[in-house]
């Protein structure tokens, strides 16, 4: 009979990573922008308007890499 152990739970779970961040020159942002953000921005002055999935994949995709100054 196995017992359970309830810090192997928390164990289990994955710190949260740091995004990874890409310098750009100034003169292509102003502010520090996630990758989610910049296609969001792309896609919206294409006309194409955003679902739940889209909203989803910015906030994953903004959380592994940021471009800044």
Not at 16 to 40: V, W
């Amino acid at each position: 009979m196995a017992m359970r152990n309830d810090d192997s739970e928390s164990e289990k779970q994955a710190p949260e990573r740091q995004p990874h961040r890409m310098r750009l020159p100034g003169f292509l942002i102003e502010e520090e922008i996630g990758l989610g953000d910049l296609i969001k921005k792309t896609t919206y002055a294409m006309g194409i308007k955003p679902c739940s999935g889209c909203e989803r994949r910015a906030a994953a995709l903004n959380r592994r890499i940021r471009f800044t100054r």
